[in-house]
């Protein structure tokens, strides 16, 4: 964890924005975050107690308590972000981060929320989901004047409902969010037992569209963005969700993409247990091992975690399990397009085609242009994992240590307990009746495909781009 504390000087600050100068003087610390790991969860050091939440591949923000509030420094500026080994965006974002640091407070806590602006244009805060007087809603226009750069402006309000929220701005906000511009909020319940578990994950779903070769993400995507992510990380880049064997576990998830999420877990169902409107009663839930998330809304899924091993977490949507790819790919699976592309490469070098056996890109050589990641990777106990984008594990191991989240490595399967290649003798495999005894052959990929003749998708440069 790196923690490189900015210290902002009262001087700098006075006369900004609604904070007054004698407030202005004495604003809090915004301490800030440059590393993309997972920090430990925060203990509260003061305030009522609570069971703090982990962030994946992000942080909690630390407070400071005066006369009974809980005061916290937000700076909304330019920031960099690995999304994975390998790829950097620059990013806005709130303390050094994309997203911003995880706010937790207690079921009736008062709250002041400094909000100072170091970017180039105006923005506000939205505190998505909290019950607050209209006017700490942070709709610019609406219920205040945007917050012009340099300025700081103060929200107060009392957590009045335990339960999962998001902060993002309500300002240019097609530009705003999709620079990254979010972040996490988790009221917990004034009595720690309720609706306690042993492990609680919190990230934000969301999504970029930058250009292989670019750092920027394009702000005008609306649909086809090209980096799914979690809390702006993308696979192999996501940290595991570590938990204990017998653990209850909490995964929270808000989504601030333009498109819905149906994530799932393998060997293990669940129930959603709450909404951003608070929690589900008990006889309302029923079981699933995939949920969808909808625009702008949260989901906070439970589990007892009772199956050890390394278990997929992803969102269903194949495409959003990818990286930075080109889509406008035709299906080559059966034709033979053997030494065709190695002569358009001679005319374009960084041409490339579709597997003639599939799409999977495992014995393929591309030379990838600067700052992107490879579509399909990730590499496994058992080789090449071909995913990307919103997909990380949740590993399920015995005999942890309570509030140990390091990643124990991979799963030690118990013999005969694991897929293995067959040898023997196969059983006839019985045909549906009418069925021709062999398959009939296929006809010439000549005659029923429209690109028989290579004329194919081709593309220069970054070969990866839309
Ligand atoms: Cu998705």
Redesign the pocket.
Known sequence: MTNRRSFLTGAALIGAGMASRAGAASLPEAPQQSGAATAPPLLPPNGRPYNPVVTLNGWSLPWRMKDGVKEFHLVAEPVERELAPGMTARLWGYNGQSPGPTIEVVEGDRVRIFVTNKLPEHTSMHWHGQILPCGMDGVTGLTQPGIQPGKTFVYEFVAKHAGTFMYHPHADEMTQMAMGMMGFWVTHPKDPAQHAVDRDFVFL?NAYDIEPGSYKPKTNTMLDFNL?TFNSRAFPGIDPMVVRKGDRVRIRAGNLTM?N??IHLHGHTFEVTGTDGGWVRPSARWPEVTTDIAVGQMRAIEFIADNPGDWAFH?H?SH?TMNAMGHNVPNLIGVDHSGVAEKINRLVPDYMVMGDKGGSMGGMQMPLPENTLPMMTGEGPFGGIEMGG?FTTVKVREGLARNDYKDPGWYKHPPGTLAREWTGELPAAPRAPGAPATPAPSPSPAQDNPHHNHVMEVKRGGSHQH
């Open positions: 779903l799914w498109t999420h149906p969102c949507k959003h919103m």
